[in-house]
């Protein structure tokens, strides 16, 4: 019980913020970026200035554009959100909200062309649980410029009433919010002047994700064709659900990756209260049945378990870990396979014959780590044959160091 509470006060920890940081402000620093982010969301309206949206549910979808502005890299970590301390925010150290623009649909179809790179793809990221309309759009503002992404960024914000004591109205906001997500997306697909869409989700996020796809599925006969890749970070899903979802997605169904940590506190807390089932972004990939049903199912997992980050909870490292945002911005965003030499695995593994090789008398079998441990087929492979040559180059230096 005592860690329950532990986790409980952590989850609780963003109490200080003040509130209204969404009116804009008319202050700029030198060196700052700007994200400019098209937000849809199921919450009902605020009337307190600058909070725009409550975590109460609404009955129409309302779209936003938001432009952010980043401070300069000196003055910030990367993977981190500098919240203002006081409002008006200080732009040369913190986030700050630039414009607010109500945008009906066909403005929003505007945006959504003027914003799009040569690679014609759109991000979609929905959030996950205990997180304001704020809290989803600095962080979205965040991943998108420290990933370096070339995309039309999208938020999907659902109604969650911000508070670590609200999980079960959360996760029914989610069940409210499936079709509008699955409209939406339906909607990305169609526009013309889309290449492909990424959609990344967190936690919670994950549920309302892969429901919307599998609504689209059954109601479409599959998945758009043009969402080609699915991002869960930590995702807040019960595994026996989510294999009966993967399922019913079809052959045809878009790349799955999935980020993993072992150490999560948050999915802890939730496997306890949802009947003591394995939540999925905290299995180990590399035990059954785990093992054998993501290499069947073709999909790519990164264990972030030895990743250290700023997260108490170990529940948002996919956001906060340089490495991993890079990642997404540089390979999974365009579907591509990330391997070994992404996270310099080679070089570890080199590292380690040559200690090994150094010690006489040494141990005959090394344990490799890395901080992002990749599992996919063929990533698989490549790791498996590098162990190999490994364990083959470390029993013949102890075989020689044990003959001298």
Known sequence: MIAVFTVLSVLAG????????LIPTQAQAAGASKVDVLVATTRRSSETPGVLFSGERGKEPQITEIAVSIPPSKAREVGQVQWPSKLPANPAKEFATVSVTPLATPAAQ??????????????????????????????????VHDSNADV?????????????????????????????????????????????????????????????????????????????????????????VFGRQLAELGAKRPNFTLFVSRDDRALSLSRRISGNIDRLGQV???????????????????????????DRLNHGKFAESPEVVKLIGNRLIAGQAVSDSDVGLGDRIGAVALGAAQTV??????????????????????YNEQVDRLGNAVGNTVTTAAGQ
Not at 301 to 306: Q, S
Request: hydrophobic letters at 40%; charged letters at 25%; aromatic letters at 8%.
């Open 284 to 310: 180990d990939p590399t035990v059954e049945p785990y093992r054998t049903e993501f290499e069947k199912a073709g999909i790519a997992v990164l264990d972030l378990t030895a990743l250290k980050t700023g």
């Open 110 to 143: 505007s945006w959504l062309r003027g914003h799009l790179g040569k690679n014609r793809r759109v991000l979609v990221f929905v959030h996950g649980f205990n997180n304001r309309y704020e809290d989803a759009v600095y962080r979205f503002a965040q991943i």
């Open 14 to 21: 963003c109490a200080g913020r003040p509130e209204g940081v």
């Open 152 to 240: 039309a960024p999208v938020l999907f914000t659902w109604p969650s009433r911000g508070s670590v004591f609200a999980y079960n109205y959360d996760k029914e906001s989610t069940n409210y919010s499936r079709d509008a997500l699955e409209d939406m997306l339906r909607r990305l697909a169609k526009e013309p002047s889309v290449g492909e869409v990424t959609v990344m989700a967190h936690s919670m996020g994950s549920w309302l994700t892969v429901e919307a796809l599998r609504q689209m599925a059954i109601r479409d006969g599959r998945v758009a064709p043009k969402i080609q890749n699915v991002i869960l970070a930590s995702p807040d899903l019960d595994v026996d």
């Open 361 to 382: 008398g040494g141990a005959a079998s090394v344990a490799v780590s890395t901080p992002i441990a990749i599992f996919d087929p063929a990533t698989r492979r490549t």
